[in-house]
């Protein structure tokens, strides 16, 4: 069955450090993928998605995430971290014939300290 | 733009007890998503429509879980009767016709079950 693994659940970074979450998934195939963002309170929000095309993908508030398709990953970095990212991390992936069934790992929750 | 609605936030109910939960997708959003999301745990789909279809309902739990789209729009799902283990998040999700990929979320449903 496809799957997805983040590898860290919880993440303590101060601020202007350097971040990379890491996401693996399990299919073999043809995939989109996600990473959402839900900050305290909020409900999940879209961060960033690869369709095709540049593996290298820009997001929101300065996020960006690399698709290794080699290595049927997709990692989350940012250079210099924020109080105000402090939330939680899903990345999710999307399978060919999949109706856009979206399969979401454990997530990582982030804290930020100033 | 108004978001996806979902009511009520938050729900307290013993074992064996019934509850529904409403969602009201983006207007003109033809899919709808329903989640789970336990602590700790990523979201996991439960049953997805399209318009008042449903196109996947493979990991609902259809001995006690229902749950319906009359007319295409707005959807309940319901839990009889409910059991400790269906304490969770549910969250409602919608996309548009011109599917992205994206999933809009509603702020989530908050079950506890004692």
């Known amino acids: 069955a496809q799957s997805v693994s983040q590898h860290n659940h919880h993440v303590i970074l101060s601020e202007a450090a350097s971040l990379e979450l890491g996401c693996n998934y399990s299919?073999?195939?043809?995939?989109?993928l996600f990473w959402y963002v839900q900050y305290p309170g909020q409900h999940l929000q879209l961060l960033l998605k690869?369709?095709?095309?540049?593996?290298l993908v820009k997001g929101i508030k300065g996020f960006e995430a690399e698709f290794i398709k080699s290595k049927f990953s997709f990692n989350l970095r940012k250079p210099s971290v924020q109080w105000s990212d402090t939330a939680e991390y899903f990345c999710?992936?999307?399978?060919?014939?999949?109706?856009?069934?979206?399969?979401f790992g454990a997530g990582t929750r982030l804290a930020v300290h100033p | 733009e108004a978001g996806v609605a979902q009511s009520p936030r938050y729900k307290i109910i013993e074992k064996r007890q019934s509850v529904a939960f409403w969602c009201n997708p983006i207007?003109?959003?033809?899919?709808l998503y329903w989640y789970q999301q336990i602590l700790g745990q990523g979201p996991k789909l439960l049953i997805q429509?399209?318009?008042?279809?449903?196109?996947?309902d493979s990991q609902l739990p259809k001995d006690r879980f229902s749950a319906e789209r009359l007319k295409g729009v707005d959807s309940t799902l319901k839990i009889q009767p409910a059991k400790l283990e269906d304490s969770a998040v549910y969250l409602c999700?919608?996309?548009?016709?011109?599917?992205?990929?994206?999933?809009?979320f509603g702020e989530g449903s908050r079950l506890t079950v004692l």
């Open positions: 299919y073999g195939g043809t995939v989109n």
């Open positions: 207007s003109g959003h033809a899919t």
């Open positions: 999700a919608s996309t548009p016709p011109k599917n992205t990929g994206e999933l809009f």
């Open positions: 429509f399209q318009n008042n279809g449903v196109v996947d």
């Open positions: 999710a992936v999307s399978f060919s014939g999949g109706y856009n069934k979206l399969i």
């Open positions: 690869y369709f095709s095309g540049d593996p």
